[in-house]
């Protein structure tokens, strides 16, 4: 008689090491006619990998050899194992295979076993870190950030070949500047929510960058900012139109719980960005100055019907003193994903567009305001997501380059 496993290879998925893995598991079955009793279940490597196992709710006692003894099955009957791992370092640069076996031994004194099989990877663990003079990161080892990342109103954080992992509740605070450079800025999460859905593809992972007032002067490059609540906000402070408060060349914020990009009274550029998929505006210009040039804003949030608008400004604030968006495209789901709203007569509210693919109704025909336009409508023979190569909402992958049948060829930031 033998036993059958749901699995014969019980594989996680990467994990930090020195960090508690999610919890996975697998089913024993007895599909004899006999109940059978495992003379013992261990780990074959003993307490030397980190993997802590419950079978059937008793733990592994690493004290008697991480292992339990005389567990029953009954026939035709099944339990359940437990499996988590805290993996060691690994003192590589590369994530290292952890594994170990899972031994099962009959009172017959067969043995069976399940593979356990997990990737660990070395990381840089910071904890509320806070920048009070100039500094520079830049590093191959991925850094976990736990709490806020703050920089101090007179510092410069640089951050360049970087892929910074923020925990849970976790951000970045700016009051001074911060330049980034070839940086990917996610969440924490390595595994999966679901077999088909690693929390990669979730947002709210965590608390995106906020700068402050007092911040000014800030540029990232190449920059991706990917599940958070909010991709970035910029709070009120007073407008400098001598010198960018945030400059964006070539960056993607996606997925975001809040907005995309929020700025507030601000002077901003946006240069060949994508700005997708967000439960609030994808980019919330309140008043001040905004220049977008060829941008893909596309709005394909998936979990609400309630999405807010791919491209939302507002005179208030403050005046909104002018909104230049050229070579861009504006699209999503909903028939309209463009707002313009006036919410004060007496503040100027100032936009202009041109050379533009936007999916709006236009209240009038201005030729001040809109040149060489396509309108987008819902009767397009291509319209939405379908000027792209790849809206996959039910695994959550996006690819927004221009699919070849595209009429915003030329337009957007992967023409």
Known sequence: MKLDFSVDTLSLDTVFSRTPSSTYSFWVHNRNNDGLRMQSVRLRRGNQTGYRVNVDGMYLDNANGSQTNDVEIRKNDSILVFVELTSNETRQPTPTLVEDDLVFTLESGVEQKVCLRAWSWDAMKLYSPEITKDSVIETNIPIVIYGELKVSEDATLTIRNTTLYFHDGSGIEVAGKLVTEDCVM??????????????????????????????????????????????????????????????????????????????????????????????????????????????????????????????????????????????????????????????????????????????????????????????????????????????????????????????????????
Not at 323 to 332: F, S
Not at 334 to 360: E, P
């Open 186 to 415: 996610r969440g924490d999460r390595l595994d999966r929510m679901f077999p088909y859905l690693p929390y990669d593809r979730v947002c709210g992972q965590w608390k995106g960058i906020h700068f402050l007032g007092s911040s000014t002067g800030n540029t990232l490059l190449r920059t991706e900012i990917r599940n958070p609540l909010d991709g970035i906000v910029c709070d009120s402070a007073a407008i400098d139109l001598e010198q960018y408060r945030l400059l964006m060349q070539e960056c993607i914020v996606h997925n975001c719980q809040g907005v995309g990009v929020q700025s507030t009274n601000s002077y901003i550029r946006l240069e060949d960005c994508q700005l997708t998929n967000t439960l609030g505006n994808s980019l919330y210009i309140l008043g001040g100055k905004a220049e977008v040039s060829y941008c893909t804003l596309g709005q394909f949030f998936p979990f609400s019907a309630d999405r807010g608008f791919a491209l939302y400004f507002t005179n208030t604030p403050t005046s909104l003193i002018d909104l230049v968006c050229e070579g861009t495209i504006v699209t999503g789901y909903d028939k309209d994903v463009v707002k313009g709203y006036i919410s004060n007569d007496s503040l100027s509210f100032d936009y202009h567009f041109k050379n533009c693919l936007l999916r709006s109704f236009a209240e009038e025909e201005d030729s001040t305001r809109f040149q060489q336009i396509i309108w987008e409508t819902p009767e397009d023979s291509i319209q939405g997501k379908e000027h792209f190569v790849k809206i996959d909402e039910e695994n959550l992958e996006y690819d927004f380059h221009l699919d070849s049948l595209s009429t915003a060829k030329g337009l957007g930031c992967y023409r």
